[in-house]
């Protein structure tokens, strides 16, 4: 889908839980937002500069507004904080958007969820949009204890409204224990498909066991990176269309020293997440530190995400 720039204003915050609150947003001029599809995100411009993206939980079918869920992260970039501490109903914001590359297949089959803690911000669309077309699904959810896992209400009405079932574990409360990853992924019909999205450990899990699935039914998330961005450096970027060369130097990534020579280039989450950076690679191997790409785009060497990724030959030349 088409990004856009638009500008929203924050309608109505919510307390989901104590670390978890969720923003309504509504377009400035009162028109319609662009459509978006079950799994989107959208890309925040914040007041103090930086980019941050956030899934849409609402349903596919609502026009008149996006919302969002931000987890207030004291170890992360200060982005959710800046966001739980200083965003305020009635203010303006630009967002870009809404893009997605964790779609939801809405054929005539069986989908299988699993949630861990924040993950199930992009989820609970797909499951909006699972109900709306009458289809079978199970959701798996994991959170550390009751109080911190949101949206369980809103699940319990979903469930009980259509041909939905549920399966919650809290791993920090007496009796818990971890989702059976494997067991879920084994016990999955042939044709069913299967989401993830959550921590690190889940996702890599879920990559693992469903290996042996065929390709277009696994689909994962990842709102973190698993590797350390590209910053030795030492290679030239050539931009194809500008004709212009600029050097990575060490310490910077590709999108810094692009940045730094005047080179305007679109940029979000800057970890290789979001997808927002994917450009086209015409000559070269790029060193990839995304989590975005699949592995065999990452074969075929044909995109790279330049916020994280670097380069393993002298050149790389980019379709800039």
């Known amino acids: 889908m088409a990004e856009t720039s638009v500008q929203v204003f924050v309608k109505q915050i919510t307390f989901e839980t104590d670390r978890i609150n969720s923003y309504t947003l509504h377009a400035v001029d009162g028109d319609h ?23 849409l939980i609402n349903d ?14 004291e170890a992360g970039r200060g982005g959710s904080a800046h966001i739980h501490d200083n965003l305020k109903a009635g203010e303006a914001l630009t967002l870009c958007g809404p893009r997605n590359n964790f779609c939801f297949d809405e054929g005539d089959h069986p989908s299988i969820f699993i949630a861990g803690g924040i993950g199930i911000t992009p989820i609970l669309s797909m499951i909006r949009r699972a109900v709306t077309l009458g289809r079978r699904w199970f959701i798996h959810y994991a ?6 896992a949101a949206f369980l209400d809103e699940i319990d009405t979903l469930v009980r409204s259509s041909h939905g079932k549920v399966n919650i574990v809290f791993d920090q409360e007496a009796g818990g224990g971890a989702l059976d990853i494997q ?21 890599d899990t879920f990559k693992q066991v469903a290996s042996n699935r065929q390709p277009h ?6 709102f973190s990176p698993k590797e350390e961005a590209a910053t030795t450096g030492g290679f030239d ?69 330049i916020c994280c990724s670097g380069s393993q030959t002298p050149l790389l030349i980019l379709d800039l």
């Open 33 to 55: 937002l662009p459509a978006f599809t079950a799994g989107a995100h959208i890309d925040l411009h914040l007041a103090e500069g930086s980019v941050r993206s956030y899934s």
């Open 60 to 73: 596919p079918s609502e026009r008149h507004r996006y919302v969002i869920a931000v987890k207030r992260e």
């Open 143 to 148: 959170s550390r204890t009751r109080r911190d």
């Open 183 to 203: 067991a879920i992924v084994s016990n999955a019909t042939e044709g069913a498909h299967l989401y993830c999205c959550g921590p690190l450990p889940m996702l």
């Open 217 to 222: 039914t696994v689909h994962l998330e990842y």
């Open 237 to 305: 970027v050539q931009l194809r269309r500008s004709g212009r060369t600029v050097t990575v130097l060490p310490g910077q990534t590709i999108l810094h020293a692009l940045l730094d020579a005047g080179v305007n280039v679109p940029y979000a989450c800057g970890e290789g997440t979001c997808g927002t950076c994917e450009t086209q690679v015409i000559q070269g191997i790029p060193d990839h530190r995304d989590v975005y790409l699949t592995d065999e785009e990452r074969a075929a060497n044909k995109q790279i995400m």
